[in-house]
């Protein structure tokens, strides 16, 4: 008889044992109250359980887990502030289609609705950001409802599950055992009928563009993809999610497009007769003002969830399903010589340039190095703001799930947490997370962890001693009126990656660029890299708010 | 415009409030609702009547569809309407 099995089993135990079930080796998580049964049946279970020193950490870190491996991250809480803590994560997976199952304590069903101690309505707090979730008010429900929970966390179009577990339940006496995981769920073909007109349409495009999005990666079809693309010749532009679709330093590839896209992505999607999407969603932030948007384009859209095609931009032709079979569908383009031409031409006259005066650090130039002296191991976490866009836009990147950014939800404390979740996913892969000095204080309490467990990640501290991408905006903008932007009074960041067991060094002079790239690629632990960069530097180019992306700025 | 929706929904906690929820937040002012049980097959019936100036009604239809208790979305029946409704726009 496995111990599991034993007849003293309770809720708790077989919510583990279903884990062990669905595959499930590592989860993030916090100890409390209301958990506590379930952190009891931990004990003895094959799980290994990453303690993080704040619940948003778990979160955050169960995320990055599933970017880097395509497996559904799990993390635990307790009750009330345990879960609100968990809820910034979970919007976050949630806002970029990112698999992951969230188990929170909650106080035993007699005490619900009386305002017990440590109770919160998590089940209601969470609902707009979840793609689902369950109350679990019956033992005999927990096999089903697990089940469930990692099926619809990881069909279709990925997302978060909620499953808020009250303490009587996971007490409960009970002899079942888990579900064992049911077949996938077929994937969806598009309409022959869709498809024919789609070929035809690009059949007869002049100037036709990719437009390459965050479900490439998910829909675990970047290789079809990049055959696609190579086959058919048509220029590719990436989202932020996107970014790796086609190697960044692939031929074809113009870059990202959008606010801080490039000209040469701008200019095709603008002058392009048919726009290809290919699981993006025209966020605003790829799109600027969406009436001028790839304005003389007919729309191909491709994408597993239904509920995009038409949302923001009417679609002229939608393949729906699964973006291997609607890409294999798809003929090569006739007759681009010239289209192609003009947008290598393009890309030629808009290449960045790292000739910046001065002997300061120039955040561009030092990632762009570390991403060419980095192999194709490299893995980068961003934190969010100016550095991240400087990732996007100069760093190299091999294929999606090596650059791991919160897109939609642009969470600042991403980037460390989920460092640590790709790091433990993908335990020989070179992580390195980028990160700015008003991000990294944002989950700051996870060097802990990287200490507990000797992550072996490496952290690129960009610090411009203010809260750049809004001073920007505020001087572009907001006619200069810096409005609680300064941030000159920092810790001494080095002095605190070392307090918390992290070796650390400061990088002040662009001659120290070289040396410090080396030392943060050859060790063999962690490591903390302090940047001093230009408190005024900006990111260029740049769509203005509102405005078309043939609207760009450039540095004056 | 006004657009009347007819929703199969199977009974779960909360299933209501993720539907109502939904709507709102997706642009959609409610100005009417009925909901009664189906009988005994632990289905509800519902009736939405749901006013936006631009939104889709259709996009609205598939979002809906996507929630794991709703079983069944039927447009019965679009007019003209006029309602002042205040939209968040994007900065």
Redesign the interface.
């Known amino acids: 008889m496995r111990p599991e099995l034993r007849t003293s089993m309770n809720g708790a135990h077989l919510v583990i044992a279903a884990l062990e079930a669905e595959g499930v080796d590592t989860v993030f998580g916090y100890p409390g109250g209301a958990i506590m049964p379930v952190y009891d049946a931990l004990y003895h279970s094959s799980l290994e359980h990453i303690l993080v020193r704040h619940e948003q950490g778990a979160a955050l870190a169960a995320d990055g887990y599933a970017r880097a491996t395509g497996k559904v991250g799990v993390c635990i809480s307790t009750s009330g502030p345990g879960g609100t803590n968990l809820v910034t994560g979970i919007a976050n997976a949630f806002a970029d289609s990112v698999p992951m199952v969230a188990i929170t304590g909650q106080v035993a069903t007699p005490l619900m609705g009386t305002d017990a101690f440590q109770e919160v309505d998590i089940?209601?707090i969470t609902?707009?950001v979840v793609k689902?979730?369950f109350?679990l008010?019956d033992v005999a429900d927990i096999p089903r409802v697990m089940r469930e929970a990692f099926r619809?966390a990881a069909e279709g179009r990925p997302g978060p599950v909620l499953i808020d577990l009250p303490k009587d339940v996971a007490t409960a006496q009970t002899d079942l055992h888990p579900l064992l995981a049911g077949p996938q769920q077929a994937s969806r073909a598009p309409e022959p009928a869709a498809a024919s007109r789609a070929a035809e349409m690009i059949r007869l495009a002049e100037k036709p563009v990719l437009y390459a999005g965050g479900g490439i990666v998910i829909a675990k079809a970047v290789d079809t993809f990049r055959r696609y693309a190579e086959m058919s010749g048509i220029p590719v532009v990436t989202t932020l999610k996107g970014l790796g679709a086609v190697p960044t330093q692939h031929g074809q590839c113009l870059g990202m497009l959008g606010m801080h896209g490039t000209r040469a992505a701008n200019e095709a999607v603008q002058n392009c007769d048919l726009l290809i999407c290919v699981g993006a969603r025209f966020d605003?932030r790829a799109t600027g003002n969406l009436d001028g948007f790839a304005p003389h384009a007919k729309v191909i859209h491709m994408d597993a969830?239904?509920?995009e095609?038409?949302?923001l931009r009417t679609a002229d032709v939608a393949l729906l399903g699964d973006l291997n079979k609607s890409l294999a569908t798809l003929p090569a383009a006739a007759g681009i010589e010239a289209w192609q031409a003009q947008c290598e031409r393009d890309k030629v006259k808009g290449a960045w340039r790292y000739d910046a005066p001065g002997d300061g650090v120039y955040a561009p130039a030092m990632l762009r190095q570390l991403s060419e002296e980095a192999d194709d191991n490299l893995l980068l976490t961003c934190d969010v703001g100016q550095h991240q866009m400087w990732v996007a836009q100069h760093c190299q990147i091999s294929s999606p799930e090596r650059h791991l950014t919160s897109g939609g939800l642009g969470t600042m404390g991403f980037g460390l947490p989920a460092a640590i979740g790709a790091q433990l996913g993908n335990p020989d892969a070179c992580v390195v997370c980028i990160t700015g000095d008003g991000s990294i204080m944002m989950n700051v309490q996870e060097l802990a962890t990287i200490n507990r467990y000797r992550l072996p990640v490496k952290i690129v501290l960009l610090d411009n001693s203010c809260l750049g991408m809004v001073r920007q905006w505020q001087d572009l903008f907001f006619d200069g009126r810096q409005s609680e932007v300064d941030l000159s009074d920092n810790p001494d960041f080095v002095q605190v990656a070392e307090s918390f067991g992290v070796p650390a060094f400061r990088v002040e002079r662009r001659d120290e660029v070289g040396d410090a790239i080396k030392t943060l690629l050859n060790s063999d632990g962690p490591v903390l890299a302090h940047v001093r960069i230009d408190p005024a530097a900006n990111v260029w180019p740049l769509v203005p708010?509102g405005k078309s992306n043939s609207t760009m700025m450039e540095e004056a | 415009m006004k657009h009347t929706l007819k929703l199969s929904v199977n009974t779960a906690e909360g299933a209501i409030l993720r539907i109502i929820g939904l709507v709102e937040r997706r642009g959609f002012s409610l100005v009417r609702i009925d909901a009664a049980s189906a009988g005994d097959d632990g289905q509800l019936d519902m009736e939405l009547d749901v006013v936006s100036p631009e939104r889709s009604i259709d996009v609205l239809m598939r979002q809906l569809e996507k929630l794991f208790d709703v079983a069944t979305v039927l447009l019965l029946q679009s007019d003209t309407y006029q309602l002042e409704i205040k939209e968040s726009r994007a900065c």
């Open positions: 089940y209601g609902m707009p689902h979730s109350l008010r619809i605003d969830d239904p509920s095609i038409g949302k708010p």
